[in-house]
């Protein structure tokens, strides 16, 4: 059994730890949380033993009537791996906590890829990530994009990709963001996102621009990719039927939007809704002049949780298989 810690319980964190409950390999060890908020009341309703990641704050914990089981240190002794889910760029100061204690750790796509030895998508470099003792899972939209152009590089020799990200301006749960009625652009011209896809496909030429929409509830991406084969619609459909994590939608069968798409989500009665896959619009799919244009959205909030689960299995190397950890870690989420 692999010893799991995960310091940072919000959205993806929480996420993370119950999906490590889920697999018969993993052990949750514990959270660490910086302050006494709802999301630790709930890891102790949940049973989860809370550890403080910032020592002096154990008093507040104290005062609020939360049994904690000692600092983040003591958490960091018992582990084998580490999953940093904190907010981004605070993964990064963490980092020689973990390397002085020795531990392995992931970290998630609010962190530069410098920071760790490689990034991290199960479907495309599983075997990169092996033995490694710091990976870094892609953000959500960048899953997004390799979940679904990995793929096409299987059936079809393709020139340069044109992605353009609507993102969801904010979380259901950050009451503080915006914007409320605006759209906003993202004036940096390619977005980041095509550079962030490079690091787990590099071989690819692809260019990004992105606009923040007044909606927590789901990314849409717009996606046009030049192909060199004559290949057909159907032949790159039938590719992403048959790829993990991608699921092929239709407006006939009501997915007129992304508010059918989770309320869909919501029915399967999965842990707080999520959508693990990547959702694709079959019936807006086209090929013409061989261009390809596709549209698909990103639950930005659970995408990434079953790749957190396979790169705990690679960097400990207890599964050495990519197709191997990817099925095992579906059936345990009920991903079909």
Request: aromatic letters at 6%.
């Amino acid at each position: 059994m692999i010893k799991v810690g995960v310091n940072g319980y919000g959205v993806i964190g929480k996420r993370v730890a119950y999906a490590i409950t889920k697999q018969d390999d993993m052990e949750l060890v514990g959270i660490a949380k910086t302050k006494p908020d709802f999301n630790a009341m709930t890891a102790i309703e949940k049973n989860h033993d809370v550890y403080c990641s910032i020592p002096e704050n154990i008093g507040l914990f104290e005062r609020r009537g939360m049994e904690i089981r000692g600092t983040i240190n003591d958490l960091i002794e018992k582990c084998d791996v580490i999953v940093d889910a904190t907010p981004g760029k605070i993964g990064a100061k963490n980092k020689p906590l973990y390397e002085k204690a020795g531990i392995k750790a992931i970290f998630e796509g609010g962190e530069k890829a410098d920071t760790v030895q490689c990034s991290f998508n199960a479907l495309c470099n599983y075997e990169e990530a092996i033995g490694k003792d710091y990976v870094r899972v892609v953000s959500c939209n960048t899953t997004g994009l390799a979940r679904t152009i990995r793929p096409m590089l299987d059936i079809a020799d393709i020139g340069r990709i044109r992605a353009v990200l609507v993102r969801r301006a904010a979380d259901p749960v950050q009451s503080k963001k915006g914007p409320i009625n605006a759209i906003v652009p993202v004036t940096k011209v390619p977005s980041h996102h095509g550079p962030d896809l490079k690091t787990v496909l590099p071989n690819i030429d692809i260019v990004s621009m992105a606009v923040a929409v007044p909606t927590t509830i789901m990314h849409l991406h717009t996606i046009m990719v030049e192909l060199k084969d004559n290949i057909s619609k159907d032949e790159i459909i039938e590719a992403w039927g048959k790829t993990p994590r991608v699921k092929l939608i239709s407006s006939e069968d009501g997915f007129i939007s992304t508010a059918e798409i989770m309320e869909y989500a919501r029915a399967l009665g999965r842990y707080m809704g999520d959508l693990y896959e990547i959702p694709v619009w079959e019936d807006a799919t086209n090929i013409k002049d061989n261009e390809l244009y596709y549209i698909q959205a990103v639950h930005q909030e659970s995408d990434v949780v079953p790749e957190n689960i396979d790169a705990i299995r690679a960097i400990t190397g207890i599964e050495k298989n990519a197709r191997k950890s990817i099925e095992k870690t579906n059936k345990s989420l009920g991903i079909r």
